[in-house]
């Protein structure tokens, strides 16, 4: 058991992407990180985040979970109970996805929405509801705790890698506003809401070829002419939990200005 000063983030879906970016942030700002990883597939990604924040002087703590799992997830956040005694900022960074054609309606059924909303939108509630009361006991009188959800421009435009992960993202912004009216005042709770991010879930669902076409189109499209890294998100999700005392109940759209885009 080891007690520390240093604040806590618990990143879900921490062995790549946003989440790895997220857990690097935080260890570089001197928060102990809690890394979530989903399965031996992804630990040797896991492993690798986890040395690279300890490099930055960090204590850190690796956790399995299926988000999907409660109870998973309760063991995950006990872990981090023992480990530290606090968690003063939970992002949920763990989500699934699939190509589909949105215009391919045969080729979804009722199972794949049930896989992708498992995870993307009952394990982001799953591992939010285990994390709570220890997040509100580590909220101070001056100091809030914070939960940041990854959620995506698909859940604000209908776009995305196929109907159901867009509306998984959808009911991840609604779930945000209302369990940053249950958590407060002592838990803040925002969404951010990334357009595409290089490295991110794409890039594990997609052939090589087909995401160099994907991410050429996407960075042409983009009002801004780029696409997001996932540095820029782990950026904005700090800024949430260590600067931001003010928002809850925000959905953050960080798109390169595709929501200025006319379908």
């Excluded at 985040?49 to 999907?68: H, K, P, S, Y």
């Excluded at 285990?130 to 940041?148: D, F, K, N």
């Excluded at 950026?235 to 939990?241: G, K, Y």
């Amino acid at each position: 058991m080891t007690q520390t000063a240093a604040p806590v983030c618990m990143i879900t879906g921490a062995a790549s992407g946003i989440g790895a970016a997220t857990a690097i942030r935080f260890a570089r700002a001197g928060w102990s990180v809690a890394i979530g990883n989903f399965d031996d597939a992804t630990r040797p990604g896991a492993l690798a985040i986890e040395e690279q924040c300890r490099t930055l002087g960090a204590q850190t703590l690796m956790f399995d979970a299926d988000v999907a799992d409660a109870a998973a997830c309760r063991r995950a956040v006990d872990a981090v109970a023992t480990r530290w005694q606090r968690i003063d900022a939970l992002v949920n960074c763990a989500g699934t996805t699939r190509v589909i054609p949105h215009h391919a309606l045969d080729d979804i059924d009722a199972a794949e929405f049930e896989r992708i909303y498992r995870v993307n939108t009952i394990g982001l509630f799953q591992m939010t509801r285990a994390a709570a009361p220890l997040l509100r006991e580590s909220a101070s009188a001056t100091r809030s705790a914070s939960v940041i959800n990854i959620s995506s421009l698909a859940g604000l435009n209908g776009t995305g890698s196929s109907i159901a992960y867009a509306a998984s993202k959808g009911a991840v912004n609604t779930m945000t506003l209302s369990l940053a009216r249950s958590l407060a005042p002592r838990v803040r709770v925002n969404a951010i809401a990334p357009g595409m991010v290089d490295d991110g879930l794409l890039l594990r669902s997609l052939e090589p070829s087909q995401y160099r076409e994907v991410l050429g189109r996407m960075t042409a499209n983009s009002p801004l002419k780029r696409v997001s890294q996932p540095s820029e998100i782990a950026d904005l999700a700090f800024f949430l939990a260590d600067q931001a005392p003010a928002i809850t109940g925000q959905v953050i759209a960080a798109e390169n200005g595709f929501l200025l885009v006319t379908a």
